[in-house]
């Protein structure tokens, strides 16, 4: 009656996480119920602590439970405590979710700015463009007439160095030497530092 009694005894006895783990890494469902019941407080108060929004807390220690599922044959028991890489797993993924939702917001914060129409003065801004053009015009008239042919077909025309040889019918180098003194000079004709 002895031996009955210590069967029942150890029958009673719980589990601990280690080997309630190594259930899991079998595939042993009722060991993962177990072991959820055991630290979902733990776990979910953890990601709570740094995420604080409730919502997202949920869904970490879902992926947290899920991650714990499918990766329990990787537990070492010599390397710490179930519970322990059960903790560190959250709070990695905690962090890791802290992180990303940064790196959104600040995606967001970036997109935001540069969508964001800055009011300015249209009248103001049309006079400094045609002051400008103005600027230009009279600079680009004191260049040799070849200058001005290379820079209006190289800069307003958007054609390559080869393809201004090619229009212009004259060697490449020609047409950067052209291009080289034609800028130097609209450079010190509009007082531009260099």
């Known amino acids: 009656m002895s031996a009955e009694f210590d069967v029942d005894r150890e029958s009673t006895v719980p ?3 280690e080997e309630l783990l190594g259930r899991v890494a079998q595939g042993d469902e009722a060991a993962f119920g177990e072991l959820y019941d055991r630290m979902a407080p733990r776990v979910l108060g953890l990601v709570r602590r740094l995420l604080v929004d409730p919502a997202q807390s949920e869904e970490v220690a879902q992926e947290i439970f899920l991650e714990i599922w499918q990766t329990a044959t990787r537990y070492e028991a010599q390397r710490g405590g179930a519970s322990t890489w059960i903790l560190t797993m959250a709070h990695r993924r905690a962090v890791d979710r802290i992180r990303s939702s940064q790196a959104s917001r600040d995606r967001d914060v970036k997109i935001g700015i540069r969508d964001l129409a800055v009011a300015y003065d249209e009248v103001s801004e049309t006079v400094a463009v045609r002051i400008e053009h103005e600027r230009v015009e009279k ?23 080869s393809e201004v040889a090619e229009r ?19 450079r010190d004709e509009m007082g531009v530092a260099s």
């Open 168 to 186: 212009l019918q004259i060697p490449l180098g020609t047409v950067k030497t052209r291009l080289r003194d034609g800028l130097i000079r609209l």
């Open 15 to 17: 589990a601990s996480q």
């Open 139 to 161: 600079a680009m008239s004191r260049l040799t007439e070849l200058q001005r042919q290379a820079i209006s077909l190289a800069y307003y025309g958007g054609l390559s160095q």
